[in-house]
């Protein structure tokens, strides 16, 4: 029997007490499980290991976080220091998010994900969407339960012709809203997958990228197996990486 793909999910960094520790959130982990792979949780990396690491992967999970891409990789200072950052996050998951694409490897990114994913490809972020005329506001309930706070939020508008309208045949779905942050500048080389009301990018792909790749502002892994459109989206990320492992794992002919 094939073991299950490999996926690789980039671990957060906290204090708790007075001890770091690397974390990753319960419901990416088993998100990945629903597509029908293995979670492989990874601390912080240093340059020289990514090759090593991404050897090892049919696909990787970026997940979303409390914290925010520190604003000097798109060249600003921060906008409101009371909310959390995680440099060394962004020290290996912003190199690495290139070398996935290069590599063939297929990529989903959740929110911070999504963010890092288009300031790692050359592109910037509003770091207050709120903030913005002509924009809503995109951040969840605070203080509210999660059933509230990631409850459906708004509608997206799918674009035609693309992947997400390829995986979800749909031209229209109902997300969840749970960002402070959003896409200000896209990267050159995404093609937008969909926009929120207001014109917000919600759905990016790297256009010219070998493997699926997608990457979404909204919780798909928020009670996934309970929802149609995220079960589509991890059941096509799960196909890809099997379709990765087929092609990048053939095990070696014996000796004869």
């Known amino acids: 029997m094939k073991r299950k793909p490999v996926v690789l999910i980039p ?7 007075q001890h770091p520790f690397h974390v990753a959130g319960k ?16 601390p912080s990396l240093a340059a020289d290991e990514i090759d090593d ?11 979303g976080s409390p914290s925010n891409v520190h604003p000097v990789h798109f060249g600003e200072e921060v906008h409101d220091t ?13 190199p690495l998010i290139p070398q996935v694409i290069q590599r063939g490897i297929p990529l989903f990114a959740i929110c911070r994900g999504f963010q890092e994913a288009n300031v790692a490809l050359g592109g910037s972020l509003h770091q207050a969407v709120h903030e913005v005329p002509g924009q809503r506001d995109h951040r969840g309930a605070k203080d509210a339960a999660p059933e509230v706070t990631y409850g459906m939020a708004h509608p997206v508008d799918v674009m ?17 809203s749970v960002h402070g942050q959003g896409v200000n500048r896209l990267a050159p080389g995404l093609r937008v997958e969909a926009r929120a009301p207001d014109g917000l990018v919600e759905a990016f792909t790297v256009e010219k990228a070998t493997a699926f790749n997608l990457c979404v502002q ?9 929802n149609p459109v995220s079960m589509k989206l991890f059941t096509a990320f799960g196909d890809a990486c ?3 492992r087929d092609r990048h794992r053939t095990a070696p002919e014996p000796d004869r």
């Open 242 to 244: 099997r379709t990765y």
């Open 160 to 176: 035609p012709g693309g992947l997400l309208e390829r995986v979800l045949d749909a031209k229209e779905i109902t997300v969840n």
């Open 53 to 63: 690491l991404l050897d090892a992967a049919d696909g990787v999970l970026l997940t």
């Open 218 to 226: 909204w919780h798909p892994e928020w009670q996934a197996a309970t």
């Open 27 to 42: 419901k990416y982990v088993e998100a990945v499980r629903l597509a029908g792979c293995l979670p492989l949780v990874v």
């Open 82 to 94: 009371a909310l959390p950052l995680d440099p060394e996050r962004d020290t290996w998951t912003l």
């Open 11 to 17: 671990a957060c960094n906290r204090v708790l007490g």
